[in-house]
C-alpha cells in the first residue's frame, strides 16, 4: 500500500503519466510566488529573466543527460507529438519517406505523412495487432528515403525496439512514451520528438530534439509557426511556460537519480519483476511477443473480461490507479515510467498474487 495519507496513490496511468511526489512538492511550495518576482511563475513574461533561465536550465540538463553536443537544437514547443506527425513531414518530406508501422501512433504518423508526400511503410506488425517489432531482415528500407520514421515504444501495445534501428537514413523517432527512459545511439538520429506528458512532465509540451545538419535539409517556403528554423533561430512565441518549468524540475530530479543509466537498470529491474509474475503464473497472460516487451508500458490479459474488470476495480480500492489497458486492445496495462518507484511496481506484484489466488 502507498503511503495514502497525502491521497496519492501508485499510479500506472498511461498519459499524462506519474510524476515524482518530489516535483510535486516542489511546485507547491513555490506556486504562489516563484523567487523574488512577485508572482507565480504562470503570471510572469516568457521574456523575464526568471524565465529564459528555467528554459536554459532544462536545456543545460538535457544536454548533460543525454550528452547532446551544440549541434542538437532543443525546443519546447506545443501541439503534442501528434502535431510532429504533421510537421516532420512538412518540413522534410521531398521524394519520399520510410515509415515503420508498428502501432496506433506509428499509424497516425503515416497517415499525415501521406497527405504530403509519398510515405512508405518499411515493416509493419499489423497482422498480428501489433503485439511485437518486425525484425529488422524484414525491412524493406529504401536508401534514397529523407528519413526512416519509427515510435520506439509503442504505448498502447506495450512493445519496444529493443535498440536504435540501423538505417543509412537518419532516424525520425516519435519517442513519447519512452524518452529519457535508457541510452540510445544518439549519432544514428536527426529527429527526436516527444510529448511531455508521458515521461517528462505535464502535458502542454512538446520536446523536439533536431540535429543541426538534418535541419538544414527542410524545406523552403513553410509557414511560419510550423517552420522548425523560426524556432531554433529565436524565441518566437509565447512557450508552454508552465510545462516547461516543471519539465526543468523532472529533468533536475532524474539527475539526482543518478541519470539515465542509472534509471535505466531501476526501470529494467521494474519490467523484470512484473513480466516474471506474468509468466510465473498461468493466469496472467503477456500480449507482447517476449523480445518485443515494453520495459515502460507492461500488457497483459487474465482469462475473461469480467475477471480484468474486477482486477481493475479492486487494484484502484488498494491504491493502485489506471490498470485499465487503452479501450481500443482492453486488458489490463501497468505504465511504469521513470517516475514509477519500484515500491509500486513491488505492491502491484503482490497485488497479482493475492488476486490469483482468491480468483484465479
Ligand atoms: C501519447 C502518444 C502520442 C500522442 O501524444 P499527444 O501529445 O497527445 O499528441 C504520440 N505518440 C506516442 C508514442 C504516444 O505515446
Not at 74 to 96: D, K
Request: charged residues 20%.
Amino acid at each position: 500500500m502507498p503511503d495514502t495519507s497525502s491521497g496519492r496513490l501508485y499510479n500506472f496511468s498511461a498519459g499524462p503519466g506519474a510524476l515524482p511526489v518530489e516535483v510535486i512538492q516542489a511546485v507547491r511550495a513555490e506556486l504562489p510566488v516563484y523567487r523574488k518576482t512577485g508572482a507565480s511563475v504562470m503570471e510572469i513574461s516568457h521574456r523575464s529573466e526568471e524565465y529564459i533561465s528555467i528554459e536554459a536550465s532544462a536545456r543545460a540538463l538535457l544536454r548533460r543527460l543525454m550528452g547532446l553536443e551544440e549541434d542538437w537544437h532543443i525546443l519546447f514547443l506545443g501541439g503534442g507529438a501528434s502535431m510532429q506527425f504533421h510537421q516532420v513531414p512538412l518540413n522534410f518530406l521531398t521524394h519520399s519517406a520510410d515509415y515503420l508501422v508498428t502501432g496506433t501512433w506509428a499509424r497516425k504518423a503515416i497517415a499525415e505523412a501521406a497527405k504530403l508526400g509519398h510515405a512508405r511503410k518499411v515493416a509493419s506488425s499489423e497482422d498480428a495487432n501489433f503485439s511485437y517489432i518486425p525484425v529488422r531482415d524484414t525491412w524493406d528500407l529504401n536508401p534514397d528515403s529523407v528519413y526512416l520514421h519509427f515510435t520506439s515504444n509503442n504505448t498502447v501495445y506495450g512493445t519496444q525496439f529493443r535498440e536504435s534501428p540501423k538505417a543509412s537514413v537518419p532516424l525520425v523517432c516519435d519517442a513519447s512514451s519512452d524518452f529519457l527512459s535508457r541510452s540510445i545511439e544518439l549519432n544514428r538520429y536527426g529527429l527526436i520528438y516527444a510529448g511531455a506528458q508521458k515521461n517528462l512532465g505535464p502535458a502542454g509540451a512538446t520536446i523536439i530534439l533536431i540535429k543541426d545538419n538534418f535541419l538544414a535539409r527542410r524545406k523552403s517556403g513553410l509557414p511560419t509557426m510550423l517552420d522548425y528554423g523560426t524556432h531554433t533561430a529565436k524565441c518566437f512565441n509565447t512557450p508552454p511556460v508552465f510545462a516547461v518549468y516543471v519539465v526543468e524540475k523532472v529533468l533536475r530530479w532524474l539527475e539526482d537519480q543518478g541519470g539515465i543509466r542509472a534509471i535505466e537498470a531501476v526501470n529494467s529491474r521494474k519490467a523484470a519483476l512484473l513480466y516474471n509474475t506474468i509468466d510465473a503464473s498461468g493466469f496472467y497472460h503477456g500480449t507482447a511477443a517476449p523480445d518485443s516487451r515494453s520495459r515502460m508500458n507492461v500488457t497483459f490479459r487474465l482469462p475473461n473480461a469480467e475477471l480484468e474488470n474486477q482486477f481493475v476495480d479492486e487494484a484502484r480500492d488498494g491504491g493502485l490507479l489506471a490498470l485499465k489497458g487503452h479501450r481500443s486492445v482492453g486488458g489490463i496495462r501497468a505504465s511504469i515510467y521513470n517516475a514509477c518507484p519500484f515500491a509500486a511496481v513491488l505492491a502491484l506484484v503482490s497485488f497479482m498474487k493475492d488476486f490469483e489466488r482468491r480468483r484465479g
